[in-house]
């Protein structure tokens, strides 16, 4: 009597071999794990923000034509952003990505002695630090514009701050999600790329498509080794970074099974693209190459180590295009926000263009042997 061949014991039979294959190479659990937790804790380190660019935004009907505006405007220190409502910007500020809002006043001139503009700085508890710089700068350019005028030296702009209850938002909150991605994106690349090359060098992929598991099977069982690892990988260093930094989980257990989930998402993108670089490979030695080449730009202009706002518009537009960024994105709306899976429609579509031109790339160019 001739027993059915049992798919899901093969299945998990080649899950469990992979994943132990993976702790048997201590670099990679360095790599994945370690790497990561000591770069968290050097951006972290930086506090929340210094004396860097301070960013502006202007208040509806404030008063634009004046010279202090002007000194604002050109100063190097301040970059004015705009913002399509109040709406927006008010809580841009309330969340601390927005130092503060200019509001100019011209006043009235009963007296001569009183100041012709009134210069208000609304802004909230969550700019901690850059509010005091922020308005040091403003106060020197407010001095430098009334000694500019020779002729009249009394008094022309009187800068009132006006400061809310906000959120503070930590450095750590802007880190640890980039971390997360950067793990994710080159270990996953790296694993399942020099994994799947070698298995196909050494012919034991060839040996399996002969054996009566099906493809498919094959092909989950491996990424689900590396799917378990990295998850093991994404649960510690949201738990470090909440527990030991005070990394910010706003709807706490539900904020961290969504950010789980959305590295699952991530993880099954990233291993359609490490198919396609196996596939491409001509030898071992291009693998680091061709995965260099897909993930730095995405390290560097994604937001995992500064804000992409940084980047000139025209950049920003091509950083909008790249699966990190959109991850990055979705992760800290997540984390501090308080937003849910449901609210990144955006960036969970853009990675799923990814993910399905990934694997329609992977299925058309996929190599046994």
Known sequence: MSRTYSQSRALWAITRASFKAIFSQPMSVIFSLLFPIIFILIFGAFGNGGPGRQSLAVAPGSDTVNALFDSIRNSPLLRIVDYPDTAKMNE??????????????????ADSTAPQYRVFVHSSSASGSNLYVLL???????????????????????????????????????????????????????????????????LVLKRFYASPVKRINILLGI????????????VVLILFGHFFLNFTLVNGALTFIEMVLLSVYMLFLL???????????????????????????????????????????????LCQILPLTQFNTAMRKI?????????CWKEIGIMGIWLVVGYAVASRIMKWE
């Not at 927005?98 to 006043?107: E, F, H, M």
């Not at 959120?167 to 790296?190: A, E, W």
């Open 223 to 234: 990424g689900m080794s590396r799917l378990f690892f990295q998850l093991i990988n994404v």
């Open 92 to 109: 841009a500020v309330e969340k601390g990505k927005l130092t503060a809002i200019l509001d100019i006043r011209k006043q009235p001139q």
């Open 136 to 202: 040091e700068v403003i106060d020197h350019l407010r001095l430098k514009t009334e000694l500019a005028r020779v002729t009249n030296l009394e008094r022309s702009y009187a800068v009132q701050p006006v400061v809310t209850e906000g959120k503070r938002y930590r450095q750590i909150d802007f880190v640890l999600p980039g971390q997360l991605g950067f793990s994710i994106l080159f270990s996953t690349l790296f694993g399942i790329a020099v994994v799947f090359f070698s298995l196909r060098e050494q």
């Open 271 to 317: 291993m359609g693209i490490g198919l396609i670089i196996a596939s491409l490979a001509k030898n071992d030695t291009t693998i680091p190459l061709m995965i260099n080449l897909f993930g730095f730009p995405q390290m560097l202009l994604s937001g995992t180590f500064f804000p992409i706002e940084v980047f000139p518009k025209w950049l920003q537009d």
């Open 335 to 343: 984390s501090f926000e308080g937003l849910h899976l449901t609210d």
